[in-house]
């Protein structure tokens, strides 16, 4: 088999040359690493991608192929994939494919043989930046890197939201995920709860959602820059006085906006399945699955309203709060585990706890 010849271009000039697999062509995102040995489905498939090119640090993907069980999402949601060693031909576990092929017919973009170690370090000292990946012939590297200033990933909501209302598995709880992204593990795990799981669009109204007369409401994970998304926020004010809430990532990221806090983006992020994270409550430490790019500033948050619950034992960032009068709970990682451990799937009953005693007191004392 021949391999096409394939460039990574980031912004600030660096090249990284490897072989293709998957599309050929040229696409263009925000590069950014991942940490995780195993999952690479659930992050090509996780809507929080929209917009990226992902590197795994991990240096062999691919050895376990796909399947149609393991994808957060209908498709995959990256702009582009970027590994060390590309694993072909595998034998495809549960009735699933080769990777290869598996990007191909979705037109996602592969480079491999890369020095994706050098690649995280770049990005690591010099943050987040912009790339390119292209197979074209006659590679001009400021041709490529004059691509770069026409991307723009602040709509990346609006691509991954669903476009009308669906319901999942009528249960016992109702409730109402708005949809910035969200992943389908999320879903099932309100709904292994007796969940009837109600998924709206992300711009629709509170009084969509509220006309539902849901037990709670969760604010799924989403890509991009939680200030974009004002108008949202302004729905969450609203809903967070009348409703349980569970926020999660993006959603995690807009409710302290809508609670009066302040996000600010990080130098590189955290993408992975082994951050570590401390339950100050619990005073235990569990490993998370964590993609996110912004953060909430603890500082930020009204210490009379607000408690800090979770923080990253790497870097001391915020990683949860819950309100001390309103039913409101939200944490930065993503608690169903897709991929990763599920040391935190416990916050999901807590959730279910929270709905229920609200469903018991008819008036809630939101004082």
């Known amino acids: 088999m021949v391999k096409v010849k394939a460039y990574l271009v980031l912004e600030d000039g660096s090249v990284f040359e490897g072989k293709a697999f998957g599309e050929t062509g040229e696409t263009v995102g925000e590069v950014v690493f991942n940490t995780g040995m195993t999952g690479y489905q659930e992050i090509l498939t996780d809507p929080s991608y929209e917009g990226q090119i ?13 399947n149609d069980g393991h994808s957060e999402s209908i ?23 080769d990777i290869e092929k598996y990007l191909k017919k979705y037109g996602i973009m592969g480079i491999e043989d890369v020095d994706t170690r050098a690649l995280t370090k770049i990005i690591r000292d010099k943050g987040t930046m912009r790339g390119v990946i292209t197979t074209e012939n006659h590679f001009d590297k400021g041709k490529a890197i004059s691509r770069l200033k026409g991307f723009d990933n602040t ?8 476009d009308e209302v669906y319901y999942v598995k009528p249960r016992c709880l109702n409730v109402a995920v708005m949809d910035f992204g969200v992943k389908k ?35 799924s994970n989403g890509p991009g820059d939680p200030k974009d998304m004002m108008a949202i926020i302004e729905n969450i004010k609203e809903l967070a006085v009348k409703k349980p809430v569970l926020g999660i990532c993006l959603g995690h990221q807009m409710l302290a906006l809508a609670l009066g806090g302040n996000t600010s983006k990080m130098k590189y992020g955290h993408r992975g399945c082994n951050h570590p994270v401390k339950d100050i409550e619990r005073d235990k430490v569990y490993i998370t699955s964590q993609n996110h790019g912004y953060v909430v500033e603890a500082e930020s948050l009204n210490p009379d309203k607000i408690k800090v619950t979770h923080l990253n034992m790497n870097d001391g960032t915020l990683e949860g709060f819950r309100h001390k009068h309103l039913p409101i709970i939200s944490v930065q990682f993503h608690p169903e585990a897709a991929p990763g451990p599920q040391d935190t799937q416990y916050l999901f009953d807590g959730f279910i706890g929270m709905m229920e005693k609200h469903r018991r007191e008819k008036e809630y004392n939101y004082a």
């Open 75 to 97: 498709k995959p949601r990256v702009k582009g994939f970027v590994v060390r060693e590309f694993y072909r031909d595998a034998i495809g576990w549960q009735n699933g494919e």
């Open 54 to 66: 992902v590197v795994m640090t991990y240096p062999l993907i691919g050895n376990y192929g796909v």
């Open 185 to 219: 593990s999320i879903i099932n795990s309100l709904s292994s709860r007796y969940c009837n799981v109600n998924v709206f669009p992300a711009f629709a109204t509170p009084k969509q959602i509220l006309s539902l007369n849901p037990d709670g409401i969760v604010l």
């Open 155 to 162: 709509n990346a909501v609006e691509r991954v939201t669903t």
